[in-house]
């Protein structure tokens, strides 16, 4: 059984001795010390947090006989990325007393904050659970947040039922360790204990993760066949809603997603989750629950790069895992609280329903209850003021006067919901105000482009991603319109690591940081083609080791080859997948074949 191999990694052996994610954190957080120990940095990540330092300055703090300038990133979780408007504006005020003063919305419909010392660590997640959010599970290898549609829309029921959903199974799949509000909502030096945040009931015992959690993170998606805007493919577990009508079916059962990789090694890849069954609403937590507990017990310890579930399935099959799941509803069942042979065995086949369409939810929405919804694009997420854009201000303003519930996106923006018919023109107003871009106002190159943060502090990076999107967006914005071909979505994704952070594997055109120029520091990257909008194909290598300033010179036969050859109705992504890569470097998309 992998998950009891001998020789486990050195973070199962820090779990293992961490009592229930524990270890030497209060220690450390009191120390005069600016950074923790690498044990401990492991076990904060259960908690929400990343130890990090700014590679910026890396260099002229060695010249200077300094080591590094450590900062830690806190990440939010918020299930299907619902908010109030005073968590909002209290995430605004945290940032700006102990981040970077800057917010960035995750691809999972979280929260970062970056920039905080280890001095203001503790008072940093004390003040998120203060305004009623959590970082636990945020992070580490455990369940990730469960992302869902954020879209408000009520025409119907079934939205809202899958946010119902959503909840539930974050909430079950959190862990039960006290270990969390102990340290962050329990005072360290009083001992006095607030409830502002709901503290697991019972003992420490971990019914679903054991005392070493899982071999590594697990991610859990929900979507719907016409709005697959959480990239349900992308996920460990993917629940694709079914629906009759108005009424919700159930859910087709997608396992084995997950688009991190290391290049080097040729065990590792990107997958796309794969259909594995058709189950009843009342059915998903007992197996979701039994999925969980494969992992748990056969996933890979001792190799944490092939760890993600989707090697498993890989290693066994899709039908010899199904019947492991099987065999495994019984304990889920018992953990779940309901009786014995609830979930029918076997599972049922996938049903045919699959993933027809994906929606950003940008714009004005009715929201079919007599109010509106407006999505608003943030370029990499990043909520922040800089020169004549305000977005920070803006959003500060829109929340106080309004009082508009928020939902985040997978795609890096906001919705503002609940606003009336005569709202719509005031909030318009302030956007303008304050110079921030409404997406009939941007290109759709940059409206479906996104990026990971990666320098200057993501420890992983390779290259630049975040900073040099805009300008790579810029350029190939000009070199579309030239072609004729602004009004054609297509996506582009950069990371700066082959790790996947932004999901450019599966994107219409996908860049990946593989090296940095050694005299000028420019990035290289490796181009990915042939994804599609919707999410449901990987892409391939097409060039490798692209510097930066080269990549949409790179890009511009493709996109004339597109535009001579493509046909009707094909988008770029499926021109590209059906030509080939050998085909599009010879130019030949008329001759190519296929479909």
Partial sequence: MAGNAENKSKVETIKEASAGLRGSIVEELASASDHVS??????????????????????????????????????????????????????????????????????????????????NLWATIRRINEIKLSTQSACGDVSRNVVCCPAPWRHNSIRDELQRHTDAIADHLRPRTRAYHEIWVQDPVTGDRQRVAAAPESADVEPIYGNTYLP????????????????????????????????????????????????????????????????????VLPVVTAIVLVQRDFGNRANRRQARMKYLIHDWGLARFKAKVEEYLAQAESICGVGPQT???????????????????????????????????????????????????????????????????????????????????????VLAEHGVATVDRISNVRRFAFACPALPTCGLAITESERVMPVLVTELEAEVARLGLADREFTVRVTGCPNGCARPYNADIGLVGRSVDGKSGEGKYMI???????????????????????????????????????REGETLGDFCNRVGVDGLQRGDGAQAGGE
């Fill in 38 to 119: 690498d044990a401990t940095t492991k076990l904060l990540k259960f908690h929400g947090t990343y130890q990090q330092d700014n590679r910026d300055s890396r260099k002229e703090r060695r010249r200077q006989g300094l080591g590094k300038e450590y900062m830690f990133m806190v990440r939010n979780r918020i299930p299907g990325g619902k908010m109030t408007a005073d968590q909002f504006l209290g995430e605004l005020e945290i940032a700006d007393e102990f981040g970077d003063g800057t917010l960035r919305i995750t691809t999972r419909q979280g929260i970062q904050l970056h920039g905080v010392v280890k001095s």
């Fill in 216 to 283: 590594r993170k697990f991610k859990v998606g929900m979507a719907l066949c016409d709005d697959n805007c959480v990239d349900v493919y992308a996920q460990d577990v993917g629940l694709l809603a079914v629906t009759d009508g108005d009424s919700l079916s159930g859910f087709n059962v997608l396992v084995g997603g997950g688009l991190g990789t290391t290049p080097s090694d040729d065990r590792c890849f990107p997958a796309l989750a794969r259909r594995m069954a058709f189950v009843r609403p009342e059915h």
């Fill in 343 to 429: 979930v029918p065995r076997p599972l049922a086949e996938p049903h045919p329903a699959d993933v027809t369409r994906h929606h950003d939810h940008l714009g004005w929405h009715a929201q079919g209850d007599g109010n509106w919804f407006v999505g608003v694009p943030i370029e990499n997420g990043r909520v922040k003021d800089e020169g004549d854009v305000r977005l920070k201000t803006a959003l500060r303003e829109i929340f106080t006067r309004f009082g508009s519930p928020v939902r985040l996106t997978a795609q890096q923006n906001i919705l503002l919901c609940d606003l009336s018919e005569s709202q719509r023109p005031e909030v318009d107003q």
């Fill in 528 to 566: 990915f083609v042939g994804g599609n909008l919707i999410g449901t194909r990987l892409n391939v290598p097409y060039k490798d080791l692209v510097p930066a300033s080269q990549v949409v010179q790179e890009l511009q036969p493709l996109l004339r080859s597109y535009k001579r050859d493509h």
